[in-house]
């Protein structure tokens, strides 16, 4: 079993790194020099991907260390160009780790489909004319995935009932398919396609939209993580956990953000794993605003000991076959990193992130406030941008934190000094 604790990892050079992430989950030779950029993912790739190929914008790949889920421990691979995040979710990993780590439960790959149906002249009946049919309905989408039917998926179950709009009363149609370890979206869309003549033969109406919802309320999943104060910060940091928790409870501007924060570890592992950050994030929202309100994904509480407990639930429509998932070497190359076998597996590992993400931003906006660590780590990119020599940044930025002064031009200044010097 692979382990995750890597004390200092994030002093060695990018080499002493991949060195110990290949030596740690049995890295070839060619996926190192992915890795190492020796085999770029090339343009003409690309050019399969999406449509109008000019070019390839690069993101930086970070591991997350430090992280116990379900009792393993797991090298997270995280994409992202903000800086600080990596480093937040390893050290709030870190701070769950000797209290046990994260576990995480799945309600199950439930996806679903809607299919519209307008222009009814008996919505109630079709409604009951439509239930009436549902096996025909269910055996009609799963010919037309005969592959997810023999890995034990498939069409399960339809949901229908009457919308009433504004121009018209409309029969709604949801088609929920178990669609295992794919995210399922071309999946449920063929279907909700495939039955639409079925549909408009049965309720006598025209069916409009055929489309998958992101809302996938029936694909949640749970993680749960217990920190000691001790390894927050004290039990005055725990204290003002909970008041920044309840802030986000009640708060839709401070909700948006919190999730924001959480959204951070999200969609870095999504889009590692090649997976579509859009859609996990259109569920992540529309979830937080179940009630009617929208609010904190997270809860924070207090244990009969004094620990904080964290929990998430969130959907989390994933995938770890087809699309890019199985095509892009780097999507390949993270599910391998974290070892993950199933769908299940990599919600649970992409929750998990989330949720430290999330304890990590709080602990911080809590304490000592967000801008001390973000704003070293942003006066690394204006260094850069600034024009410095890489072998020039740490003392640049070294300087601007002793001074008190990590602005643009400030670093401009220190940049044209140093140079001038090793000039
Ligand atoms: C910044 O990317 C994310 C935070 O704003 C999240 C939060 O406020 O909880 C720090």
């Known amino acids: 079993m692979s382990k995750s604790r890597f004390p200092g990892f994030y002093r060695l050079s990018v080499e002493e790194r991949v060195n110990l992430v290949a030596q740690e989950v049995n890295l070839t030779k060619e996926e190192k020099d992915l890795l190492f950029g020796v085999t770029p993912f090339s343009v003409d790739r690309?050019?399969?991907?999406?449509?109008?190929?000019?070019?390839?914008?690069?993101?930086?790949?970070?591991?997350?260390?430090?992280f116990k889920i379900n009792g393993k421990e797991i090298l997270v691979p995280m994409v992202i160009e903000e800086p600080s995040v990596v480093a937040a979710a390893s050290n709030m990993a870190r701070a769950a780790y000797e209290s046990g780590g994260f576990t995480t439960s799945y309600s199950g790959s439930m996806?679903?489909?809607?299919?519209?149906?307008?222009?009814?002249?008996?919505?109630?009946?079709?409604?009951?004319?439509?239930y009436e049919h549902r096996s025909s309905i269910l055996e009609l989408c799963n010919s037309k995935d005969p592959t997810l039917v023999s890995f034990g998926g498939g069409a399960r179950d339809i949901e229908v009932f009457v919308l009433h709009t504004q121009k018209q009363p409309m029969v709604i149609l949801h088609l929920l398919v178990d669609t295992r370890d794919a995210m399922g979206a071309n999946t449920v869309n063929t279907m909700a396609e495939a039955v639409a003549p079925f549909i408009e033969q049965i309720t006598a109406g025209r069916v409009l939209l055929r489309i998958i919802s992101n809302l996938a309320d029936r694909r949640l999943v749970r993680a749960r993580t217990v920190v000691t104060p001790e390894a927050i910060g004290g039990h005055e940091v725990?204290?003002?956990?909970?008041?920044?928790?309840?802030?986000?409870?009640?708060?839709?501007?401070?909700?948006?953000?919190?999730?924001?924060?959480?959204?951070?570890?999200?969609?870095a592992v999504v889009l590692a794993t090649g997976n579509d950050t859009r859609a996990v994030e259109a569920g992540a929202h529309a979830y937080a605003c179940r009630s009617g309100r929208y609010m904190s994904l997270t809860r924070w509480e207090k244990d009969g000991e004094g620990n904080l407990v964290g929990t998430l639930e969130i959907p989390m429509a994933v995938g770890i076959v087809g699309g890019a998932t199985k095509s892009h070497p780097f999507a390949q190359l993270a599910l391998k990193i974290m070892g993950v076998h199933t769908a299940e597996d990599l919600a649970?590992?992409?929750?998990?992130?989330?949720?430290?993400?999330?304890?990590?931003?709080?602990?911080?906006?809590?304490?000592?406030?967000?801008?001390?660590?973000?704003?070293?780590?942003?006066?690394?990119?204006?260094?850069?941008?600034?024009?410095?020599?890489?072998?020039?940044?740490?003392?640049?930025?070294?300087?601007?934190?002793?001074?008190k002064n990590i602005t643009y031009d400030h670093i401009l200044e220190l940049v044209k000094r140093t140079s001038t010097r090793v000039l």
């Open 46 to 66: 690309g050019d399969f991907m999406i449509e109008n190929v000019v070019g390839m914008m690069p993101l930086p790949l970070g591991i997350a260390v430090n």
């Open 111 to 130: 996806m679903r489909a809607q299919v519209q149906v307008v222009d009814v002249a008996d919505p109630y009946a079709a409604m009951a004319r439509i």
């Open 348 to 403: 649970g590992i992409i929750a998990s992130v989330g949720l430290a993400q999330n304890l990590g931003a709080l602990r911080a906006l809590a304490s000592e406030g967000i801008q001390q660590g973000h704003m070293a780590l942003h006066a690394r990119n204006l260094a850069i941008m600034a024009g410095a020599e890489i072998t020039q940044v740490d003392e640049i930025v070294k300087q601007a934190i002793a001074e």
């Open 238 to 267: 725990v204290e003002n956990i909970l008041l920044a928790q309840q802030f986000a409870e009640f708060d839709p501007y401070r909700a948006a953000t919190h999730n924001k924060g959480i959204m951070n570890g999200i969609s």
